[in-house]
Structures are given as C-alpha cells and as structure tokens.
C-alpha cells in the first residue's frame, strides 16, 4: 500500500508541472501583447533612424570620394601635360645637341685639314645658339612647373595670415 501511496505523490507531483508548463504556454493577455508590440514597434523605429542615419553618411562618403577622385583625375592630367612637354623640350634638347656635335665635328675635321670654312663656323654657331634656347625653354618650363606647384600653397598660406590678422 505504500508504494501505491508513493505512486500517487509522484503522479500529482507530475500532473502539478504539467498544469504549471501549460499555464506558461498559455495564450497572454491583451495588455501584455499589445506591450510587446508596441516594443518591437519601438524597436523598429530605433532601426530604421539608425539605417537611415547610416545611409546618409554613406552616402556623404561616397560623394566625398567622387570629389576627391574628380581631383585627382584633374591633377593627373594637369602633370600629364606638364610630363609631356617636359618630354618635348627633352627631345627637341637632345636633337639639337645631336646637331651642334655633327657640326663641331665637322669643325674640327675642317681645322684639322687646315681648311677653314665660313659656313662650318656659321652654322656651329647657329646650332649652339639653338642649343642654349632650347635649354633655356627647357629651364623655363622646369621653373612654371614649380612655380604652378608653389602657387597654391604662397596662396593658402597669404589666405590663413589674413584670417589670423583680421580675427
């Protein structure tokens, strides 16, 4: 008899959770739905401002490196021409050395013989002639480069002296 006794305890003991696990999956109020909800809805909007803020500043990034890349293509270019007639002046620098050492060559054969011809001596000194202005072109150019690559900065910087004198 006590073990039937026993068996009874541990049933109602089992029934007991039973009831307790079914009264927890038990359907919730209105009230706590509607709390649950309105969490969630909460929740939801703290979301989507989030989203929202992220979009814009990706957004500004991206406009920002579109600008930025704008730059630097207008810069790449800029040097590109600034190479190109570097490479012009080089070239136009080395045909004429070519030149003048043809004719200072042909000088001293000339000397050499004892022959000395006017048009030799003329035209040496026509191709050195040529050679010192194309070096000189060749300086200049070198010298607008750097002095295009200064000008923003003496700019910026006479910019900031006077906002520091009139503040």
Not at 33 to 45: G, I, S, Y
Not at 87 to 107: D, H, P, Q, Y
Request: avoid cysteine; proline fraction near 2%; charge should be negative.
């Amino acid at each position: 008899m006590s073990d039937i006794s026993d068996l009874e305890g541990r049933i109602t003991a089992a029934l007991d959770k039973i009831g307790q696990g079914l009264d927890a999956l038990a359907p919730k109020s209105d009230t706590v739905k509607a709390e649950e909800v309105a969490d969630l809805k909460a929740a939801l909007d703290e979301e989507k401002t989030a989203n929202a803020q992220l979009e814009e500043r990706v957004k500004a990034i991206k406009e920002r490196q579109e600008g930025t890349l704008a730059n630097l293509a207008s810069e790449v270019e800029r040097l590109r021409g600034l190479l190109e007639a570097g490479e012009t002046g080089v070239a136009r620098l080395r045909k004429v050395n070519g030149e003048l050492r043809m004719n200072n060559s042909a000088l001293r054969d000339a000397a050499s013989a004892g022959v000395t011809e006017p048009h030799l001596v003329n035209k040496s000194m026509m191709a050195e002639l040529e050679a010192l202005r194309t070096a000189q072109a060749a300086d200049r150019a070198e010298l607008d480069a750097i002095l295009s690559e200064l000008e923003p900065m003496i700019t910026s910087t006479g910019n900031a002296n006077e906002e520091s004198t009139d503040a």
